[in-house]
């Protein structure tokens, strides 16, 4: 699944501060290879360089929690 500038996204990468945390799309770049790479904004920063397979749509749960938190 692509994704598109502006969409929630949840982050998976066992490397990252935000792993687990939901986001927003902030940028999308074709690669050299064709294949799309995500800047991902969070609360408390951002990832660049995101590849598409670290992605998963976030739930509607997921934007009302953060809804409530804010």
Known sequence: MSFE???KVVLHDKHSEFDGETGTV???IESMFGEPTYTISFDEGQEVGIAQDQLE???????????DEE
């Not at 749509?57 to 809804?67: I, M, P, V, W």
């Open 5 to 7: 500038k502006d969409d």
């Open 26 to 28: 902030t940028q999308v």
């Open 57 to 67: 749509a976030a739930d509607a749960d997921d934007e009302a929690d953060e809804a």
